[in-house]
């Protein structure tokens, strides 16, 4: 089974969660009910083992495994990404290669994480890995946690080859985002998406093309109808969504350690009866006062029906 882009990707892509049974184990039909329940919100592509998906405290066989599941389950209904950001070139094209043969349609890479690179040692690592890839390269800038930016000159060194498709900034510098901009405007079919929800407005009135936000896992048609608002113009309707977007953000405020959000997400579906709510190792899921807090604001959204079923919480 191969996938591969057939036009330039745009809309709502969702950073897949990994649901997990226990250690290095999926909660399969969990996975199953999620995937269903973001593509039924009419979502445009998915995003398996970034960030959200804790990709990089997975071990690789779960990795695979899950790459295979979510290929399989997807069937070609949307496009699916595939995350393989690694500290090792060889272990980055050998999931690139297992997402090929999965179906995925694209791979996405950050600056590989531990040993800070200089700019000229990523460029050469991404050219590198373009050299080997089977499917198209989205560039990923998440320097929270790389310790490492794509800076705007990188970018437009690599906007010159035409495997890689574009970027996915989770930076929430909207002064980096509109550089990012003006390197995609040198190349038409290159596509710029934004991580951070909350600016997904902001960015799609600048000339973002979507948006990889964690929400659309809880709420998809929320992100979708806020994506389509706000290319239609519609003030009116694009500030009501923006105001509830900004209220589910609660659940990753719960906390203030940066694993709130992973953590807010799968306490948030567990609430919701989709999956697990266990964390990969070191992480642990929330306690009883702040899974209540989640509770609280997914009540107040209207998103918890009275009487349905809950997953309990992984321990």
């Known amino acids: 089974m191969t996938g591969r882009l057939t036009r330039p990707l745009q809309g709502i892509i969702p950073p897949l969660i990994t649901p997990l049974a226990g250690p290095d184990?999926?909660?399969?039909p969990g996975l199953e009910r999620l995937i269903e329940h973001v593509i039924a919100g009419g979502v445009h592509g998915l995003f398996v083992l970034g960030t959200t998906g804790e990709g990089p405290n997975l071990g690789y066989r779960l990795r695979r495994e899950l790459v295979q599941r979510v290929g399989r389950q997807v069937g070609g209904r949307l496009p699916v990404l595939v995350g393989i950001t690694d500290t090792s070139l060889v272990e980055a094209l050998a999931m690139a290669r297992h997402a090929a043969a999965s179906g995925a349609c694209a791979v996405v890479t950050s600056a590989p994480y531990y040993y800070p690179s200089s700019q000229s040692e990523l460029c050469r690592f991404v050219e590198r890995l373009v050299l080997e890839l089977?499917?198209?390269?989205?560039?990923?800038?998440?320097?929270?946690?790389?310790k490492?930016?794509?800076?705007?000159?990188?970018?437009?060194?690599?906007?010159q080859i035409e495997g890689i498709a574009g970027i996915k900034d989770s930076s929430g510098d909207l002064a980096y985002f509109r550089k990012v901009l003006e390197v995609a405007r040198e190349r038409p079919d290159w596509r710029v998406f934004m991580g951070p929800e909350h600016l997904l407005v902001e960015a799609l009135r600048l000339g973002a093309h979507g948006g990889v936000n964690g929400g659309a896992l809880v709420e998809p048609g929320l992100l979708v109808g806020l994506y389509e608002a706000a290319l239609r113009r519609d003030e009116a309707r694009t500030a009501a969504l923006q105001s509830r977007l900004l209220r589910l953000g609660a659940i990753f405020e719960v906390d203030?350690?940066?694993?709130?959000?992973?953590?807010?997400?799968?306490?948030?579906?567990?609430l919701l009866g989709l999956c697990s709510d266990l964390p990969a190792e070191p992480l642990t899921?929330?306690?009883?006062?702040?899974?209540?807090k989640v509770r609280?604001?997914?009540?107040?959204?209207?998103l918890l029906k009275p009487g349905a079923a809950m997953a309990s919480p992984a321990r």
């Not at 184990?25 to 399969?28: A, K, T």
């Not at 899921?285 to 209540?292: L, T, Y």
């Open 134 to 146: 089977p499917l198209p390269l989205f560039l990923y800038n998440m320097p929270a946690m790389t």
């Open 256 to 270: 203030p350690h940066p694993s709130a959000v992973v953590k807010g997400l799968k306490c948030a579906l567990s």
């Open 296 to 302: 609280a604001t997914l009540s107040d959204l209207g």
């Open 285 to 292: 899921p929330f306690g009883g006062a702040e899974r209540e």
């Open 148 to 159: 490492t930016w794509f800076a705007p000159d990188t970018l437009r060194r690599l906007a």
């Open 25 to 28: 184990q999926l909660d399969v």
